[in-house]
């Protein structure tokens, strides 16, 4: 089927009490693996893409692929760019057919984030992109994205009223997860989700998903979360498929790329479906 509007898939989500895995991808082989993956577990998808990806594959050719791998399959996919603070990518994005952006205004100070993400939000809304909105950062870097100190914390009234106020479809608060992998136990901030939501009825997003337990998502969807994003993982898993196939390759002497992709493909459809089952979300793609 056609791409789908991200806001109300995530939207069918929180009202059937799952999240919806959004996985970032990082070429046309791990797209089409993951579209395929959502087919065979009958998951909504939101196929992510930083702005590293978009710069390496090129927003036409990207685009092209995701378009027509989604018409391929029966279960909503939508296309979402994560953490961009350059506007002239949102731009990009917006005109070439992505379903939703994330506006990461979290290196801004809050008036500078709060004009620009209503910015975004009008020239997005107008063609009927779905908006993400980060104005405090989420620690670690996230394709070079970010960092790993702490530098805008907001209370949750504040974050609800620039949401409210900019016309935000989608919130990425500060949950006290990370990008990337976990070097200590982090402390999560499940209530704040809830906070959140008896204020606003604005979707919210866990980002920082690689490491967290099947525990942890529980805590997290109960508590309202519907949209989850998972990046680390698949690049893991995308890059140990290719280590061991080059180790075979080494040893027996048959050297065959498209033997690797299917090795490649296998892992990460691996990662997808794993994180569609620990969210909920096999088998609701109606
Ligand atoms: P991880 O890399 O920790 O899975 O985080 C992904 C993410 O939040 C992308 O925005």
Redesign the pocket.
């Known amino acids: 089927m056609p791409l789908v509007n991200t806001l109300e898939m995530v939207r069918t989500a929180r009202r059937g009490g799952y999240a919806v895995p959004?996985i970032?991808i990082v070429d046309d082989l791990s797209l089409r693996t993951a579209i395929a993956a959502a087919q065979q577990v009958g998951s909504p998808l939101i196929v992510?893409t930083s702005v590293k990806t978009v710069k390496s594959m090129g927003a036409d050719i990207l685009s092209y692929i995701a378009h027509a791998a989604a018409r391929q399959v029966d279960v909503p996919i939508a296309l979402h760019l994560?953490?961009c603070p350059d506007r002239a990518v949102i731009s990009e994005a917006i005109a070439k057919g992505w379903s939703s952006v994330?506006f990461d205004a979290s290196d801004r100070s809050l008036e500078q984030a709060r004009r620009e993400t209503a910015e975004v939000c009008r020239e997005a809304h107008a063609q009927g992109v779905t908006v993400e909105s980060e104005i405090e950062n989420?620690v670690?870097a996230?394709d070079g994205v970010g960092g790993d100190a702490l530098t805008h914390a907001y209370s949750v009234e504040t974050l609800v009223q620039v949401a409210q106020e900019t016309g935000t479809d989608l919130m990425a608060p500060q949950l006290g997860?990370?990008?990337?992998?976990y070097r200590a136990e982090p402390k999560l901030l499940v209530e704040r989700v809830g906070r959140i939501l008896e204020i606003a009825d604005i979707p919210v997003v866990l980002?920082?998903?690689?490491?967290l337990s099947p525990e942890d998502f529980r805590a997290f969807i109960a508590a309202g979360v519907s949209k989850i994003?998972?990046?680390?993982?698949l690049?893991l898993a995308y890059m140990t498929a290719c280590q061991a196939h080059l180790a075979k390759a080494e040893a027996t002497g048959k050297w065959e790329p498209v033997k690797m992709f299917d090795d490649v493909a296998e892992a990460c459809a691996q990662v997808v479906g794993e994180n569609a089952r620990m969210f909920g979300s096999v088998g609701r793609a109606a």
Request: aromatic share 0%; charged share 10%.
């Open positions: 959004a970032n992510q994560d953490h994330l989420i670690g996230e997860t990370a990008h990337g992998l980002h920082g998903g690689t490491g994003n998972i990046s680390t993982a690049k």
